[in-house]
């Protein structure tokens, strides 16, 4: 199963040091892939840089290792092939391929704000796969702020009332890892 992973990322390269505030314990949990066996989403949810899309690629590798196709499609991707599916009629085409995996992660929700018709496209895709397959999702944004993601409370409280059903939150706290390389290494402070 064909994963478009953005980049090679292991759960062994992850460093629970470097993020304290990252239950190592549940992430081990979550790397036996039991989760996508019940169909439970996983919601990773913090800052940029604090490790989000790690370890969505890491426990998007865990699940196919343990035979669940996986697929991964970044946020802005996944509402524009839809959107445009919806335009050209084939829409129902698009919601399948997107319902088919076993276990979706959709990366980065949040760092745009979605049209009114971009995040009724998602509301559908989110119910088609509720109580059939896992979902896991990042986002810089806290659950109360989705709202404003998807420019519509409604929309957002019907998505996260199926998302957050069964489901896993890791909300990740402090610096970003990549700017604590870089101050590491005295270029910046
Ligand atoms: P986010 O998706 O939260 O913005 P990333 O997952 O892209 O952050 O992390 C930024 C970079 O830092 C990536 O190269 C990632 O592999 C690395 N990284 C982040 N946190 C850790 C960590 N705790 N251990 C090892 N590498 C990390
Ligand atoms: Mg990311």
């Keep these: 199963s064909i994963a478009k992973f ?32 019940n169909g439970d989403s996983v919601l990773l949810l913090g800052p940029p840089g604090v490790g989000k899309t790690h370890l969505a690629v890491a ?16 946020a802005t991707s996944l509402v524009t092939q839809l959107a445009r599916a919806h335009a050209e009629g084939r829409l129902e085409e698009k919601l399948i391929h997107f319902t088919k995996p076993k276990l979706l992660v959709v990366d980065e929700l949040g760092y745009l704000p979605f049209e009114a018709n ?8 989110v119910s088609r796969r509720y109580e059939r397959g896992s979902m896991l999702v990042t986002s810089n944004r806290s659950v109360a702020e989705w709202g404003g993601v998807f420019g519509d409370a409604v929309v957002a ?33």
């Design 6 to 37: 953005p980049c090679v990322r292991t759960l062994e390269g992850f460093e629970y040091d470097a993020q304290p505030s990252v239950d190592a314990k549940q992430i081990r949990e979550l790397a036996t892939s039991r989760w996508v066996a």
């Design 59 to 74: 426990l998007g590798r865990e699940a196919i290792v343990r035979g669940y196709s996986t697929l991964f499609v970044p």
């Design 118 to 125: 971009a995040a009724h496209l998602f509301f559908q895709l």
């Design 157 to 189: 409280t019907a998505i996260l009332d199926r998302l957050l059903h069964h489901s896993h939150v890791i909300t990740i706290r402090g610096d970003s890892y990549r700017l604590r390389t870089k101050r590491r290494a005295g270029m910046v402070t």
